[in-house]
């Protein structure tokens, strides 16, 4: 399984380097921008234990996504060593950065060793993602504590909201997939009609994980991880002096994610950056501050998650010598 994972470390290795480089000149260019000294003076207000805090409520975000994950594939009928299937999960995130996300479908490749068809476990990762959506664009609401954010930014988040949460209802319409059904036999491009096929055979089953239980399961799950997350965020403002309250951290932290996810650029990267720099100048704590707290935050999350998901792999490379169950 190692040569599955280098394969599609390879097949996107253009796209990795590309925004890997992207993401280096844009870290430093925002250091240069507020200053070096006064970064390196917010970074050092962080101590040991701040650091283990915040990495350790990421990891807790990790862990309850990845609890709605097995739930999920559970639901569907599968038995998946619990161990194997956390290494599975984690391992997804070192390819976080690929286009769309698509890197983190090696999990995929993994399940499919347990007699876990592709549609079902893209159907688990698309039902997770969507619901990771709705979560974070409810969370977003909290912007409405901070008024200078609510001037610029109420439109984009209320239609936001608006539009991810009528998706739930809809996605349980036996409607949706025979209208892309009845599409997919009318092109005659077999590729296309294949994907459309394909994408028929995802929501349905995707349709199940949406029934009221699966679904409500997995947004308390995604509530609690992200509200987890949005804490974190409070304590590095807190530790680095910013003066906020709770509501407006969670607000801020929620509405730079979705505008990193409506950027779609791989991760958000530069996007979420941006907008949590310009959200938190905006309250009115300093330029450098407010870089320091972004870059801090991705550090412990986005990139953290793909410093772990690359160990997971590298654990499933010895899988049978560490006779993993």
Not at 71 to 81: D, F, K, M
Not at 146 to 167: C, D
Not at 214 to 240: D, K, N, V
Not at 269 to 294: D, F, N
């Amino acid at each position: 399984m190692l040569s599955t994972f280098h394969t599609l470390l390879l097949k996107n290795k253009r796209n990795l380097s590309i925004i890997l480089v992207f993401v280096c000149l844009l870290y430093i260019a925002m250091i240069l921008f507020a200053e070096p000294e006064k970064i390196l003076s917010a970074f050092s207000k962080m101590s040991l234990f701040s650091w283990l805090l915040i990495l350790g409520a990421s990891f807790s975000n990790y862990l309850l996504r990845f609890i709605r994950w097995h739930y999920y594939l559970h639901y569907l009928g599968h038995q998946i060593p619990l161990i194997l299937h956390f290494l599975y999960y984690m391992a997804g995130f070192a390819l976080t950065l690929t286009p769309a996300k698509v890197g983190e479908t090696i999990r995929s490749a993994y399940l499919a060793q347990h007699a876990v068809a592709y549609t079902q476990s893209l159907a688990v990762f698309f039902t997770e993602r969507f619901l990771d959506v709705v979560v974070i664009a409810l969370l977003s609401l909290f912007i409405f504590q901070f008024e200078n954010a609510t001037h610029h930014y109420h439109y984009f988040v209320v239609v936001s909201v608006v539009v991810v949460v009528s998706f739930i209802p809809l996605l349980r319409q036996t409607f949706v997939t025979q209208y892309f059904n009845s599409v997919a036999v009318k092109i005659p491009w077999k590729t296309i009609r294949a994907l459309l096929q394909h994408l028929t055979r995802l929501l349905t089953t995707a349709r199940n994980l949406f029934a009221y239980r699966p679904a409500y399961t997995g947004l308390l799950l995604g509530s609690i991880a992200w509200l987890i997350q949005g804490l974190a965020f409070y304590f590095i403002l807190a530790t680095l002096g910013v003066e906020i309250t709770l509501q407006q951290s969670i607000g801020i932290y929620a509405i730079s994610l979705l505008a990193g996810a409506a950027s779609f650029i791989p991760g958000g990267v530069g996007t979420t950056e941006a907008v949590m720099t310009l959200l938190l100048t905006l309250l009115g704590a300093e330029t450098a501050t407010a870089v320091a707290a972004a870059l801090i935050s991705r550090l412990s999350t986005l990139w953290f998650a793909v410093a772990l998901g690359f160990g997971a792999a590298l654990v499933l490379s010895f899988e049978k010598k560490l006779k993993l169950e």
